[in-house]
């Protein structure tokens, strides 16, 4: 299957400072990611649609300037998590179908997740 | 709106016996739905999927789930539990119909799977 990943795999940062993570699509193209939030022995709750050459589609009760979204290519979305608090430290986790073949089959290929905590 | 309810957070077998987890959907047109799988620290891993075809899907690992529209039900089972199947697992649902590399998929909130020897 589609290879995604996700880098760094774990960060610590200190309270106040901004994170970036990064998803690519290693194999195939990915006009769409979508990335997706998991609390600690909890379901994955979608953050948000990244969209290639245009803004992100936030899901309710996130907030956009909180959790930049950019998807400059069609192989990387990246969020940036703004002025980190210990409240954001969370398992975050992208995913993507490749915009050529498996569009048809719904399935969705995983990063391995980026397991971020804020001092 | 489409959703998908998965009873039990937590189900223990033993090796060789029956694993099944439950999923019930929640949907006004013909729902799309998965199970994936999730071990610690990773992402997650598609087991099987329901697009319509046939109610009975067999995916990896010798799971297989049923497509029960009278019952709302796409329960995943296995016949015979193996420790390296202790995972989490989710049930989804495809919002926007089947297809589309943009339709999100909504997930249920998980079932942690123990198998003991």
């Known amino acids: 299957g589609a290879v995604v990943s996700q880098h760094p795999s774990w960060v610590i940062c200190k309270s106040g400072t901004s994170v970036k993570i990064e998803c690519r699509s290693l194999?195939?193209?990915?006009?769409?990611m979508f990335w997706y939030r998991q609390f600690p022995k909890q379901s994955l709750m979608l953050m948000a649609t990244s969209n290639e050459g245009s803004k992100a589609t936030y899901e309710q009760g996130v907030e956009k300037d909180k959790f930049l979204i950019n998807h400059a290519s069609l192989t990387l979305s990246t969020l940036t998590v703004t002025s980190a608090h210990p409240e954001d430290s969370s398992f975050y986790i992208c995913?993507?179908?490749?915009?050529?073949?498996?569009?048809?089959?719904?399935?969705?290929?995983f990063g391995e997740g980026s397991r971020l905590t804020v001092l | 709106a489409q959703s998908v309810t998965q009873l039990g957070s937590h189900v223990s077998v033993s090796e060789g016996a029956l694993v099944l987890l439950r999923c019930n959907y929640s949907?006004?047109?013909?729902?799309?739905l998965f199970w994936y799988v999730q071990y610690p620290n990773q992402g997650l891993q598609l087991l099987l999927k329901?697009?319509?075809?046939?109610?009975l899907v067999k995916g990896i690992n010798g799971f297989e789930a049923e497509f029960k529209k009278s019952e709302t039900s796409f329960h995943l089972t296995k016949p015979s539990a193996h420790m390296s199947d202790a995972a989490e697992y989710f049930c989804a649902v495809s919002v926007g119909g089947y297809g589309g590399a943009t339709n999100k998929l909504i997930f249920g909130t998980g079932t942690l799977l123990a198998v003991q020897p």
């Open positions: 194999d195939f193209q990915a006009t769409t």
């Open positions: 329901y697009t319509s075809a046939a109610t």
């Open positions: 995913s993507a179908r490749d915009s050529l073949t498996s569009g048809g089959t719904g399935e969705l290929f």
């Open positions: 949907s006004s047109v013909p729902p799309y």
